[in-house]
């Protein structure tokens, strides 16, 4: 095994009066049954320095073993309340799991647990500093200067985590990335795309979100309580309105190729014949209308089912304004109703021509959908307000246009809390000096936005591991062809700021299994199976230097010894998964 620095376990940091070391021994460990032996493997796959380390525990069972050896690096209460594990790395929450090392590890019988030490039979090995950290996550705005007080850094640092990732969390939430307060606008009065100061004056102490008033989602992944979809809120002043991004003037492929939708969710099965949409500018020229068959979800089981057309669906000279359609002259019995648009009217909307953001893509004021009789009156299903109680709608976009008024700041609360800011973070001690993983805001930022960000640190001498592009696009609902085409804009951007940053993602959700999508016009379900090919069809499979995801071994602070044993297997079926 490769020399690395050791990792003491001490007394002081399990709690444990009858913790005790003792040199190395060649004898078999005693009476432990067939079940714990096979743990014991497991357990010595996990250990540090076998090659330089070899305990005898006294009265501890092999699965107290297992958690002295997190718990020695982890037992910190400040941090299970702040700092989010990181990525793909075993960790607990670590007063739970001191008291769990008490009850499980009573002082009745000795045992002898013997750590192989022989260079030769190494099974693996790992550099703790590299992989051994965590994360500094979004906090409530309150929260923030008690976390980076210095009494509490000292506390987690003296966790011994290494490497440290900086979490975005702003498009959780369908939100703006502030990173820098000041900056300046796209439109001169103040209001529109916002692209960060690069220059380093101030210290930059608070960043925060700022919602996206053309959102699309009542709810996803990330915005399960705030927030509201203008597609049903009873107002027909506001509007969704997709990604210009994502549009030809910027990804250089034509509209079609990125489909923009809309989901009406109608809660149950109804019998569905028409839809009224009320349209905004930019208009479709070119959509249809769809319906879900299947067994699965059509949000959450992608691949179990499949949309099929309306009868009458089909729009191929759309005009804007808002038209009942007739769909069927027989009613269809479904949950989910999409709307696939292919053609834009390239028209602008109420931000005007100032900006050519403003004239690309969808959008759409207000949708209704239900029964229409033989003698034209339409009849709604849907629950239209301007809360989480209106008829579930998603969307595959979202334009990040926003103004001040639309910062989302409740001091007490995640969701619209403080991202601490990078001069902070740096400064504070957190990273201890090491490269730290910083995320740049792509799904609802622009690229202009990120080249500032990273010529900010870059400016600042901060060191920078890798760079992760965007947060979650699969809990977003995001297609990955969209997310490829975003990529390789950001890619292109950032590489002209510094050639050698190593970009990555996608940055999934918090999965075991290969993420499954509707599928393309080849069959092919798997996210990022697609991604991947997006990425080798414009010859840019380059520009990704790593691959990351979000996995939690722990159900909440309630971990079952279950999930942490089952932690060596399951993490090599997530990389056979996807590799």
């Not at 037992?75 to 075993?90: C, D, G, K, T």
């Not at 930059?204 to 990330?222: A, E, Q, V």
């Not at 002259?329 to 648009?341: D, E, F, H």
Request: proline share 7%; aromatic share 12%; hydrophobic share 35%.
């Amino acid at each position: 095994m490769a020399a690395e620095a050791d990792i003491p376990i001490s007394r002081s940091d399990v709690g444990l009066q009858n913790y005790q070391t003792t040199t190395p021994t060649m004898t078999k460990p005693l009476s432990l049954g067939e079940n714990d032996q096979s743990k014991v493997g497991e357990i010595a796959e996990l250990l540090p320095h076998p090659a330089r380390t070899s305990s005898t525990l006294v009265g501890i069972r092999p699965e107290g073993l297992l958690m002295i050896l997190i718990a020695s690096r982890f037992e910190r209460a400040h941090i299970a309340n702040y700092v989010r594990p990181s990525r793909m790395f075993l960790c607990a929450c670590s007063h739970i799991v001191v008291s769990i090392i008490i009850v499980s590890a009573p002082a009745i019988v000795a045992q002898t647990v013997q750590v192989d030490s022989t260079p030769s039979h190494v099974l693996n090995s790992f550099s703790p500093p590299s992989a051994l950290g965590s994360t500094v996550d979004r906090v409530p705005s309150n929260a923030t200067d008690v976390f980076f007080r210095p009494d509490q850094l000292k506390e987690i640092l003296s966790a011994g985590w290494g490497t440290i990732s900086y979490r975005q969390n702003t498009e959780l939430f369908v939100q703006a990335w502030h990173w820098n307060p000041k900056g300046t606008w796209s439109d001169p009065s103040g209001k529109g795309y916002f692209t960060g100061n690069s220059s380093p004056t101030e210290m930059i102490r608070h960043s925060y979100g700022y919602s996206l008033r053309h959102r699309g989602f009542t709810r996803n992944g990330g915005t399960e309580f705030d927030g509201f979809s203008r597609l049903n809120d009873g107002d027909e002043a506001t509007y969704w309105k997709s990604n210009p991004y994502l549009t030809k003037p910027f990804t250089g492929e034509d509209d079609s190729l990125h489909p923009q939708w809309i989901v009406i969710d109608l809660d149950k099965k109804q019998d569905v014949n028409a839809i009224r949409i009320a349209w905004a500018e930019p208009y479709a020229r070119t959509f249809q209308v769809q319906y879900w068959v299947g067994d699965g979800d059509a949000m959450d089981d992608q691949a179990k089912g499949e949309w099929k057309g309306f009868v009458s669906g089909v729009v191929t000279n759309g005009k804007g304004g808002t038209p009942a359609l007739l769909l069927d002259a027989s009613p269809i019995n479904t949950k989910y109703v999409r709307v696939l648009m292919t053609q834009s009217s390239n028209t602008c909307d109420n931000h005007g021509s100032s900006d050519r953001r403003n004239c690309v893509g969808y959008g759409i004021k207000e949708v209704y959908v239900g029964m229409m009789d033989a003698n034209g009156n339409f009849k709604d299903v849907l629950h239209h307000s301007p809360d989480q109680h209106q008829s579930l709608t998603y969307c595959s976009s979202v334009d990040p246009w926003h103004e001040p008024s639309d910062l989302y700041v409740a001091p007490d609360r995640m969701e619209s809390g403080d991202q601490p800011g990078f001069d902070l973070f740096y400064t504070s001690g957190i990273t201890r000096g090491l490269p730290a993983v910083i995320p740049v805001a792509m799904l609802y930022g622009t690229p202009e936005d990120s080249v500032a960000q990273l010529t900010y640190l870059e400016k600042r001498g901060y060191p920078i591991s890798y760079v992760e592009m965007g947060e979650e696009p699969d809990g977003q609902y995001m297609l990955p062809e969209d997310y490829g085409a975003l990529y390789l804009q950001w890619a292109t951007a950032l590489h002209r700021v510094d050639p050698k940053l190593k970009l990555g993602g996608p940055v999934f959700e918090g999965v075991t299994e290969d993420i499954k999508v509707w599928p393309d016009a080849q069959g092919k379900t798997s996210w990022f199976g697609r991604f991947l090919d997006y990425l080798k069809a414009h010859g840019r499979l380059s520009d990704l230097a790593f691959m990351s995801f979000e996995h939690y071994p722990y159900d909440g602070c309630e971990t079952p010894w279950k999930n942490l044993y089952e932690e060596p297997q399951l993490l090599t079926h997530i990389m056979q998964v996807w590799f």
